[in-house]
């Protein structure tokens, strides 16, 4: 009986093939898993700059003299424009099969948005403008993203101010873009490594903060992310209360008035929330 390549097509003729038909139909599933997972395992995350442009509302010029108190000794910047212009920004740009993040290096080093590719979505918001408001400690400040702050109490000074930033490709595959700057009033150092896995749908940061001075500093770290809001919104956080900016505390999500406040068209009542 002569002996059949396992790719040959059979007949009914074809008595020898017949008899492999088995085994050619386990194998073929099998290499084309086994191309399946070749292909999957070399597509490796991207990391490249891009530039982006976006309607701009640019702030005011800074004081030309340092702001004495906290914030010394940056300047400080005082209003806004109510007019925009198109200006062209310099993002980081991390992909992979699942996800793409934008991250914008001179707007304070924030993860600028986040989209999931199957869906087609943001879950990070993506602002589609840069409309700088006085909202931070040296006045610019913008919404939308994950926003990073260091240092003093509030929305730190190098929330809306260029960065330094960093590109990394790991061997696995992954990619990194880290972030960081000085903080001048408590002169210390913070960085944020964002990274994008090869393999996953998920975005990790590793935070670190050096303090080089020999001197003891009471140490304030927190970030802030954005998601677009819609009446269907439900904000999911573990614990029993919340504090206001004030440090008062108040049951959550439940509030003394019955309101469930974890559901966001619960909360159209009084003035701005911050839970």
């Not at 139909?25 to 700059?49: M, R």
């Not at 490594?193 to 996953?200: A, G, M, S, T, Y």
Request: proline fraction near 8%; include cysteine; aromatic fraction near 10%.
């Amino acid at each position: 009986m002569p002996k059949h390549p396992w790719w040959r097509s059979t007949t009914s003729s074809d008595r020898g093939c017949m008899r492999a038909k088995p085994w050619c139909s386990l194998l073929l599933p099998t290499l084309i898993a086994a191309l399946t997972l070749t292909a999957a395992a070399a597509a490796d995350a991207t990391i490249a700059e891009v530039e982006q442009s976006f309607l701009t509302y640019p702030y005011g010029d800074p004081s030309p003299l340092a702001q004495f108190g906290r914030i010394y000794p940056y300047t400080r910047s005082d209003g806004g424009s109510a007019v925009g212009a198109m200006r062209s920004w310099k993002l980081v740009r991390l992909e992979n099969d699942w996800l793409v993040v934008w991250v914008a290096p001179g707007i304070g080093g924030k993860i600028w948005g986040a989209r999931d590719k199957v869906s087609g979505r943001d879950f990070i918001y993506h602002n589609p403008v840069v409309k700088f408001r006085d909202v931070g400690l040296r006045g610019p400040w913008t919404a939308g993203g994950i926003e990073f702050n260091f240092g003093i109490i509030g929305h730190a000074p190098s929330c809306a101010a260029p960065v330094d930033y960093a590109l990394a490709r790991d061997p696995d595959g992954g990619v990194r873009c880290t972030v960081g700057a000085l903080d001048l009033p408590s002169r210390t150092r913070w960085r944020v490594e964002i990274r994008l896995p090869r393999d996953q749908a998920a975005i990790t940061t590793a935070a670190s903060w050096e303090n080089p001075t020999p001197y003891h500093q009471s140490c304030y770290q927190w970030m802030t992310a954005a998601a677009e809001a819609a009446d269907d919104l439900t904000m999911l956080h573990p614990g029993d209360h919340y504090l206001e900016h004030g440090g008062i505390a108040h049951p959550w999500p439940v509030d003394a008035e019955g309101r469930d406040l974890s559901a966001y068209r619960a909360n159209a009542f009084g003035p701005d929330k911050s839970y």
